[in-house]
Structure formats: C-alpha cells, structure tokens
C-alpha cells in the first residue's frame, strides 16, 4: 500500500506527509488498500465462528429481568480476535502502515487495544430492540447481545463523537486505526468523518452540530470557538485503512445492506519521549486536550438518557 495520502473529501493523492495530513484533516486514508486476500480470508475465518442475525440477541424479557449497560464490550479473555492473532500481520506488520504510525507515533507505538466491529444490519435487529434505541445517539448493542458473544462490539449508528470519549483525564496520545474486511458501499454504514473538527479539542458528547449543506457542518465548541467542517463518507473496497486523531468526529449511520458491515478497530498510543508527529498536530489544535467529563448521553446506570442523533440527518 503506498504512504501517499487522499485528501478525505476527494479521495485524490495529495503528496502530503502523514503528519501534515493528520494537522490539516484530522485523519488520513491510504492511497491503496492491505493485503485483500489477507483481509477476505480472516473474514472467512469470523463468519465461520459467528452468524451475525437475529440469534446474537437476547430476548426483551431476558434483557428486562437483568438489564446491563456497562462492561458488555469486548476486553481480554473475551475478545474475537485473540483466537486470530497469527491472521493480523497484514495489518501489524504491513511496512507502509508501520512507517506512517511510527512517524506520528514512533517507531516504539503500541497496541492499545483492537477488536471486531459489526455494524448490524437492520434485518437482524429484532423489532422490540428498534423500538426501543431509535433515535439513540449511541446504539452500541452490546447490553442487548447474549453474554457468549460479547466479544465483538456490536452498532445500529452511532452519533458524531470523538474517539476520546473512553478516556476521561487522557491527553490525546494515540491514534484510531481502521480496516475494513469487505468492500463497503453507502448501504453498508460506512463512517461517516469530519474532516478538520480535531482543531476545536475534545469536547464533551453530544458535539454541537449544525447542517449547513449535504457536505458541510458548523461546530461549535464550550468555549466559544466555532469551525466550519466538512463531511465526508468513507466507502472503500476491501482493505480500505484510515487513521484519525482522537478527536476527530466520526459516527456511522444504521447498516441497510442484506448483510453486516464487519471491521477491524485499533487504537494505538506512544511511547516515546522524543518528540514525534503527534506532537506537531496536537500543537496545531485550538481546544483543550484532555476532559474530565467526556460524555453526558448516559444515567448512572449507563442507559441512555438523551434521544437525539445528528448523524441520522447526514446525507451520503
């Protein structure tokens, strides 16, 4: 794959490096795609293990008798991709892919974490559930899904939000990564990304957008400070990767396709002391760079208590 980057709203080679793309954008996609027989055959080996329809999920009078909003996501000991960790070098290990996190990262960047992500698709939602997350802002699916497959993060959408909203009282010191496993078109959920919205800090979930035009959107931020940014909707063929900035807006709208939309998530952090890329992007950054309160979506239980979505009123 080559390290050239796309500019997010055309797709076409800019020549920038990834550092230079990451200030500007706030994300940055690969010109060409990962290893595709790599990508298709560990897709082969989830479906295999896994039927993603209506069986994942509990029944309501199960979910009623003890509902669970927290600790239903995949983490150590129970996640689907620790049974294929020989099948992931054509991401870890792809040279182009290394170099450009080692320029933003370098080259002693970890692995924070990495999963399955399905965007389930609307046929396999059962209908009790529909009724009851429309309008959402975060349809992660994971208190509904039974117990033994809650090893794969499971959406039906989920708003505009930065991907620090996990980490409370955490400088933005890593990286979001990408890949999907299977070509994926407009009816697939793709992500949906605000390309510049990284310059206002992280903020606080729900973010406060307004639709200008089908491609552009007004941000605004606590503190005062505004941004015009602009959408656009990451489609791609099998081993399409991107990265992005933690704060970086990004949401995905419900999968319409007959089928899931399976992917690959990684984040990513540095180690090292020494100055790197990151350093030159987070400096460009107009907002602040940690939160102690990263989302108000959610009651003390984790259930949600606001039922709004942006990201529903997008157009592709």
Same mark, same amino acid.
């Given at each position: 794959?080559?390290?050239?980057a796309?500019?997010?709203?055309? @797709?076409?080679? %800019?020549?920038?490096s990834?550092?230079?793309t990451?200030?500007c954008? @706030?994300a940055?996609?690969?010109?060409?795609s990962l290893?595709?027989a790599?990508?298709?055959?560990?897709?082969?080996?989830i479906?295999?293990?896994?039927?993603f329809?209506?069986?994942? *999920?509990l029944?309501?009078?199960?979910f009623?008798?003890d509902?669970?909003?927290?600790?239903?996501n995949?983490r150590?000991g129970?996640?689907? $991709?620790?049974?294929?960790d020989?099948?992931?070098?054509?991401?870890?290990?792809d040279?182009e892919?290394?170099?450009?996190?080692?320029?933003?990262l370098?080259?002693?960047?970890?692995?924070?974490?990495?999963?399955?992500?399905?965007g389930?698709?609307?046929?396999?939602?059962?209908?009790w559930l529909?009724?009851?997350?429309?309008?959402?802002?975060?349809?992660n699916l994971?208190?509904?899904?039974?117990?033994d497959?809650?090893?794969?993060?499971y959406?039906?959408?989920?708003?505009f939000?930065?991907d620090?909203?996990?980490f409370? #009282?955490?400088?933005? #010191?890593f990286?979001?990564?990408?890949?999907?496993? +299977?070509?994926?078109?407009?009816s697939d959920?793709?992500l949906?990304?605000?390309?510049g919205s990284?310059?206002?800090?992280? %903020?606080?979930?729900? +973010?406060? /957008?307004?639709?200008?035009?089908?491609e552009?959107?007004?941000?605004d931020?606590?503190?005062?400070?505004?941004?015009?940014?602009?959408?656009t909707? $990451?489609?791609g063929?099998t081993? *399409?990767a991107?990265?992005?900035?933690?704060?970086?807006?990004?949401?995905?709208?419900?999968?319409?396709?007959? +089928?899931e939309?399976i992917?690959?998530?990684?984040?990513?952090?540095?180690r090292?002391?020494?100055?790197?890329?990151?350093?030159?992007?987070?400096?460009?950054?107009?907002?602040? /760079?940690?939160?102690?309160t990263?989302?108000?979506? /959610?009651?003390?239980?984790g259930?949600p208590?606001i039922?709004?979505?942006t990201?529903r009123?997008?157009?592709?």
């Amino acid at each position: 794959m080559s390290s050239a980057a796309r500019n997010v709203s055309t @797709g076409v080679s %800019t020549g920038r490096s990834v550092t230079d793309t990451l200030i500007c954008d @706030g994300a940055y996609l690969f010109e060409a795609s990962l290893d595709v027989a790599a990508a298709s055959a560990l897709l082969q080996k989830i479906r295999a293990v896994r039927a993603f329809d209506q069986t994942l *999920f509990l029944d309501e009078a199960a979910f009623d008798r003890d509902p669970q909003y927290r600790g239903v996501n995949p983490r150590p000991g129970r996640n689907l $991709l620790e049974r294929f960790d020989a099948d992931l070098a054509f991401v870890e290990r792809d040279r182009e892919l290394v170099d450009a996190l080692g320029e933003v990262l370098g080259p002693d960047y970890v692995i924070m974490d990495r999963k399955v992500v399905c965007g389930v698709p609307a046929r396999s939602v059962p209908d009790w559930l529909k009724a009851r997350i429309d309008g959402a802002p975060v349809n992660n699916l994971g208190p509904y899904v039974k117990p033994d497959y809650r090893d794969v993060t499971y959406f039906y959408g989920i708003d505009f939000h930065q991907d620090i909203i996990d980490f409370k #009282d955490r400088d933005a #010191d890593f990286l979001t990564l990408y890949v999907y496993l +299977h070509p994926v078109g407009r009816s697939d959920a793709p992500l949906f990304l605000l390309k510049g919205s990284h310059v206002l800090g992280a %903020t606080s979930f729900p +973010h406060a /957008l307004a639709r200008k035009d089908a491609e552009t959107w007004r941000y605004d931020s606590p503190d005062g400070q505004s941004a015009e940014v602009r959408q656009t909707v $990451l489609t791609g063929q099998t081993g *399409f990767a991107a990265i992005w900035h933690p704060f970086t807006l990004h949401g995905t709208q419900p999968d319409t396709a007959d +089928h899931e939309r399976i992917s690959l998530r990684y984040l990513i952090g540095r180690r090292s002391a020494s100055a790197v890329g990151l350093d030159l992007v987070n400096a460009a950054i107009r907002g602040p /760079l940690r939160l102690d309160t990263t989302r108000v979506d /959610l009651a003390a239980d984790g259930s949600p208590q606001i039922m709004s979505n942006t990201v529903r009123a997008a157009e592709g």
